[in-house]
């Protein structure tokens, strides 16, 4: 009975989704990226002009209708323009960042931006575990990206940590200095460098698992 009722509320759905796809989609789309821009906004919030949840509502109004790896184009840009509030070398380094990963991966599989996102996201709030159940239907490859995440949350973290000291306006460091510090800091980070590596071991050994050919693959995943 229980078995039944599940296959006939699967249906249900499978059919509810196949009527209004276009607008479940464009509603997965604005929930997600309002949920990357506040989460920028409340761990950032060094740009006044910017720091304003209308903002995150109207540009999640607006991934809402384009395709999701434009969430991680708005996101990058609304943080390198909260960075710029620190130091103009810290927008740099962000763009400079965003566009290496664009390089290197996101031009070939750029619709799998999302996961970049969201492993920053629950990294920032402090859930990382939530992001190794995507591996049951992601590929290998894209622990690269989960990678990419936690160096971006790794940034804002240390951003945030030590904004004084990395404040073009407020700190009495060279340009040279501020950045040594933020790579420094950033790169002798003991549990940043265990995130990294736990997270990029584990989603790459669910994922392989999940994709062999041995029996019960799934459940063992």
């Known amino acids: 009975m229980i078995k039944k009722g599940l296959l006939t509320a699967k249906e249900v759905v499978r059919s509810f989704y196949a009527k209004y796809e276009r607008y479940v989609n464009g509603l997965i789309r604005f929930v997600f990226a309002l949920a990357v821009y506040l989460t920028i906004l409340y761990t950032a919030g060094y740009n006044s002009a910017v720091s304003n949840p209308f ?11 384009l395709p999701l790896y434009m969430t991680t184009v708005f996101g990058a840009a609304l943080m390198a323009v909260e960075f710029l ?22 031009v070939f599989r750029a619709g ?23 591996a049951l239907v ?7 990206v989960v990678v990419f995440g936690v160096l971006i949350y790794g940034l804002a973290a240390v951003v945030r940590r030590d904004v004084s000291a990395l404040s073009s306006a407020s700190s009495t460091l060279s340009i040279g200095q501020r950045v040594n510090l933020l790579l420094s800091d950033l790169l002798s980070n003991e549990y940043f460098i265990l995130l990294v590596i736990t997270l990029a071991a584990s989603f790459l050994m669910i ?3 999940r994709r062999s050919k041995i029996n019960h693959a799934p459940l063992i995943a």
């Open 55 to 65: 903002i995150a509502v109207g540009l999640a109004l607006i991934s809402a209708f």
């Open 85 to 106: 509030s620190v130091s103009i070398e810290l927008a740099v380094i962000t763009v400079v960042l965003f566009l290496l990963m664009l390089l290197l991966y996101f």
């Open 112 to 134: 799998d931006s999302w996961l970049l996102m969201f492993t920053m996201v629950m990294c920032l709030w402090n859930f990382p575990p939530l992001i190794l159940p995507v």
């Open 138 to 144: 992601a590929s290998p490859v894209e622990t690269l």
């Open 207 to 209: 994922s392989l698992i």
